[in-house]
């Protein structure tokens, strides 16, 4: 069965700062990966996918992952926080359908 | 183009009452996904139809939890008798291709319910 583990229910950065969330991954099969993120009291919107091309995926506002096969990881980067980015953002697998398996969450504060 | 809809956006009631949610998905798109958010916790599918038939219920609590897609459009979630650890975040999303193709799922804002 595929799961995702999300390191870290809550992240804290200053305004400016590098922003890294943390998503490892199982699946017996190559697997499909997204970042979600969600806004409060709004639904999740797409930041990013991998769908076994480039393994360094660039999405929306500025963010991007790299799928790491040896460390079946998939984190998420941004390389200069913004207040605007504060938010819970949810890793998601999925593998040969379109059946998501999310995590946990973590939930990303920044301070200015 | 106008997003994935959903009514209403909160909703209390007490347990063992009965509630239904709606779900009016991105024009054109033939798959609807209803989730279940917990606070604290990832979605979890529910339920999953492809046009108006079912692909994938197997999570869904079928003792209280029902779910329909009249005519491929249009979807809604029913809970009858609701229990308490039934408050969640009610998600809906649609994604346009067939199932199976690992499409982009498109969310609307949910609906919030307290059971209490």
């Known amino acids: 069965a595929q799961s995702v583990t999300q390191l870290g229910s809550h992240v804290s950065v200053s305004e400016g700062a590098l922003v890294l969330l943390r998503c490892n991954y199982s699946?017996?099969?190559?697997?499909?990966l997204f970042w979600y993120v969600q806004y409060p009291n709004q639904g999740l919107q797409l930041l990013l996918k991998?769908?076994?091309?480039?393994?360094l995926v660039k999405g929306i506002n500025g963010f991007e992952a790299e799928f790491k096969k040896s460390e079946t990881s998939f984190h998420l980067t941004k390389p200069s926080a913004h207040m605007s980015d504060a938010a819970e953002y949810f890793c998601?697998?999925?593998?040969?359908?379109?059946?998501?398996?999310f995590g946990t969450g973590t939930r990303l504060q920044v301070f200015p | 183009e106008a997003g994935v809809a959903q009514s209403p956006r909160y909703k209390i009631i007490e347990k063992r009452q009965s509630v239904a949610f709606w779900c009016n998905p991105i024009?054109?798109?033939?798959?609807l996904y209803w989730y279940q958010q917990i606070l604290g916790q990832g979605p979890k599918l529910l339920i999953q139809f492809q046009n108006n038939g079912v692909v994938d219920d197997s999570q869904l609590p079928k003792d209280r939890f029902s779910a329909e897609r009249l005519k491929g459009v249009d979807s809604t979630l029913k809970i009858q008798p609701a229990k308490l650890e039934d408050s969640a975040v009610y998600l809906c999303a649609s994604s346009p291709r067939r199932t199976g193709s690992t499409d982009t799922q498109y969310f609307g804002p949910g609906t919030r319910l307290t059971v209490l």
């Open positions: 998601a697998v999925s593998v040969n359908t379109d059946k998501l398996i």
């Open positions: 024009s054109g798109h033939a798959t």
């Open positions: 699946s017996s099969v190559p697997p499909y």
């Open positions: 991998y769908t076994s091309a480039a393994t």
